[in-house]
Nanobody, 124 residues
Framework: VQLVESGGGLVQAGGSLRLSCAAS????????MGWFRQPPGKERDFVAV????????NYAGSVKGRFTISRDNAKNTVYLQMNSLKPEDTAVYYC??????????????????WGQGTHVTVSS
């Protein structure tokens, strides 16, 4: 699976961005997909995950109610809509694919494929 993120950039606090992750390779619809982020000098943390079918989602507490993960299996693409952005959301955002079809992992180690990352900077 190859993953390519896009949609990052510079935005003011309170603004919105939508990240996209285009997948190619094996059957996209069989994988749970996740978004993670890594602030400067910090570890990579879980943001959101969506089940293979798209019917279930889970979010980190820090983004719940502000971010929405979705997927379009016909387009082999997963999205992260980010609203009400805060300076503490500044990070490199990574898309990841798990081999799991029936679970929605939140740990970095449970994901097998990663994109190159896209930078999101939120100014105050």
């Amino acid at each position: 699976v190859q993953l390519v993120e896009s949609g990052g950039g510079l935005v003011q606090a309170g603004g919105s961005l939508r990240l996209s992750c285009a997948a190619s390779g094996r059957t996209f619809g069989s994988n749970a997909m996740g978004w993670f982020r890594q602030p400067p000098g910090k570890e990579r943390d879980f943001v959101a995950v969506i089940s293979a079918s798209g019917g279930s989602t889970n979010y980190a507490g820090s983004v719940k109610g502000r971010f929405t993960i979705s997927r379009d299996n016909a387009k082999n693409t997963v999205y992260l809509q980010m609203n009400s952005l805060k300076p503490e959301d500044t990070a490199v955002y990574y898309c990841a694919a798990s081999k799991s079809t029936f679970t929605m992992p939140t740990l970095v180690t449970r994901y097998d494929y990663w994109g190159q990352g896209t930078h999101v900077t939120v100014s105050s």
